[in-house]
């Protein structure tokens, strides 16, 4: 072990040690009977669904939020064109039948027939268009849309539209994936995209009942979903920040489903049988991104100060400490290898704090610098820990920390306003080509508060390029040399991607794991 561990490992000290926790199923069923016999009654009461969520959607509307949590939630009611396949990521119809490129540049997809909204008003090539046109304008999706800059959607009968962009765009079937939900152009005009949010109706297998802030939200069954009514009357989305209070929500019997827990909490339900804990790797990854534009961040403006802050942190004391093992190591990229693009050749930095002391001194700075830096509290698993030890590692190379840890909802504010500080820490699930990734660091610093840095010429010049590449090994190549250069000069301390868990009662029936974190209800039931 590395002496520097000891970070990592002060920090957590009453960690469990590393078990053997996922089998060849990618499930645990959970050991001895739970004390109280009447545990699990409450839910079993009705064909209810509780889950216990771990945040406060700030929105019901996915046009206006790019977080999967509350897009999860929404997606009760809201569904998307397409999906993405829970294990491969394959992108697959759903609201659409079909899709194709009759040109290059021009996109045509097929939808469905005989769906309507629960309003009564119809899906079709008018409510598709008004959807697509709505996302492209939405100033939230501003990063994603800028893929298709200069389109237009064109309606080429009742259940066609085409897309038309100046240029080949070849990632339209994964922004369908990743985005493209429908809504009712009739009502949502009527009431705009915040009123939407608190109110939205979808062609979903459920309808919006109810919200109670920092409560729970509630939907009941639509009983003319076009896959015919589903099975579960009613769901709940308790609002659980707590990781733990989710468990022990679980272990009372007063959830179904305890969504997106950390190993350490996961693995605390190795002694009940009446629970099993799914894992799976996702497609979170996480990084410390500079803000180096602000003031005071000057230091963060010479790429080799980014270098050395990037061997200032033990990544491998960070997995194995704090995640015991149950993470993936970024591999000096802010990639993940499930991700079309990833670069086998690129490696992480390596930790080694004299080194990092070394390169600063060199850059100007024997004394080290102040910096801010801001991490969440429980918007992820083990969020605030990581936080508390990256800055510690900082303050080891010489670097003056000020650490603001802060609650989702006023982090996301003050990353939106460019007002966190020279450092955040944050966990993106984007979709798995690089091309949306390399759109974040493009866009980001205007869209939502992404690094602060300027890229080369050079970089400038492969991005533009690679996004109309229609040959996919032609544009992966393009990939890796913009990654050469993010590792040469890099936006951020890249850090690690998650491995998700999540528990859920042995009465459900019909559970997903998602790479994609997303929770979808489509084929979930409950036994009696």
Excluded: C
Excluded at 56 to 67: E, G, I, K, Q, R
Excluded at 163 to 185: A, D, E, H, K, Q
Excluded at 324 to 349: D, H, I, K, N, V
Excluded at 406 to 417: H, I, S
């Amino acid at each position: 072990m590395y002496g520097s561990n000891r970070v990592a490992k002060d920090a957590l000290s009453s960690a469990t040690s590393r078990r053997a926790l996922i089998g060849a199923s990618g499930a645990i069923g959970v050991g001895a009977a739970l004390a109280s016999g009447t545990r699990f009654a409450a839910a079993q009461e009705s064909s209810t669904l509780t889950i216990a969520f771990n945040l406060d959607p700030s929105t019901l509307n996915p046009m206006t939020t790019t977080n999967i949590a509350e897009e999860s939630v929404a997606a009760a009611v809201l569904e998307k064109l397409a999906l993405f396949e829970a294990e491969t990521l394959e992108v697959t119809p759903w609201l659409a039948e079909s899709w194709e490129y009759i040109e290059p540049t021009v996109f045509q997809i097929k939808l469905k027939s005989g769906i309507s909204f629960t309003n009564g008003e119809p899906f079709d090539a008018t409510a598709a268009k008004f959807s697509l046109e709505a996302w492209a304008e939405s100033p939230t999706m501003a990063q994603s849309a800028s893929q298709i800059a200069g389109y237009s959607v064109d309606i080429v009968d009742d259940l066609t539209v085409t897309i038309t962009t100046p240029n080949p765009v070849p990632t339209i079937p994964s922004l369908l994936g990743r985005y493209m939900y429908m809504v009712p152009p009739v009502y949502y005009a009527e009431v705009g995209p915040d009123e939407f949010g608190l109110a939205p109706i979808g062609t979903g297998p459920f309808i919006y009942e109810s919200r109670r802030a920092a409560q729970d939200v509630t939907f009941v069954k639509n009983p003319d979903w076009w896959k015919g009514p589903h099975p579960i009357d009613t769901v709940v989305f308790r609002v659980m920040p707590e990781e733990l209070s989710r468990v022990a929500a679980l272990e009372a019997g007063e959830v179904d489903i305890a969504y997106y827990l950390s190993y350490s909490l996961a693995s605390r339900l190795e002694g009940v049988d009446t629970a099993t804990v799914y894992s799976v790797d996702g497609l979170r990854k996480f990084l410390s991104a500079f803000n180096a534009k602000m003031e005071g961040g000057e230091p963060l403006l010479d790429p080799n100060v980014r270098v050395a802050l990037n061997h200032a942190v033990d990544l491998d004391g960070l997995v194995e400490f704090v995640f015991e093992g149950q993470a993936t190591r970024l591999e000096g990229q802010y990639a993940l290898p499930g991700e079309f693009g990833f670069s086998e050749t690129l490696s992480s930095y390596g930790y080694d704090p004299d080194l990092a002391r070394q390169m600063i001194a060199d850059a100007g700075y024997p004394d080290g610098f102040s910096l801010t830096y801001a991490y969440t509290i429980g918007r992820y698993p083990k969020d605030k820990e990581v936080g508390e030890i990256i800055s510690t590692y900082l303050q080891e190379v010489g670097i003056k920390v000020e650490q603001k840890p802060l609650e989702w909802g006023e982090f996301d504010k003050q990353r939106k306003e460019q007002t966190l500080g020279h450092i955040f820490q944050v966990g993106l699930l984007l979709i798995p080509d690089l091309n949306e990734t390399f759109n974040y660091m493009a866009y980001g610093e205007e869209v939502r508060g992404g690094p602060m840095i300027d890229w080369n010429d050079d970089w400038w010049a492969l991005f533009e390029e690679s996004r109309s590449e229609v040959d996919p090994d032609k544009r992966a190549a393009l990939y890796h040399q913009m990654l050469d250069i993010d590792h040469a000069e890099p936006y951020a301390i890249y850090l690690y991607g998650s491995k998700d868990f999540h528990a859920v009662s042995n009465r459900v029936q019909g559970f997903v794991a998602r790479k994609d974190q997303a929770l979808l209800l489509h084929d979930i039931s409950l036994s009696s």
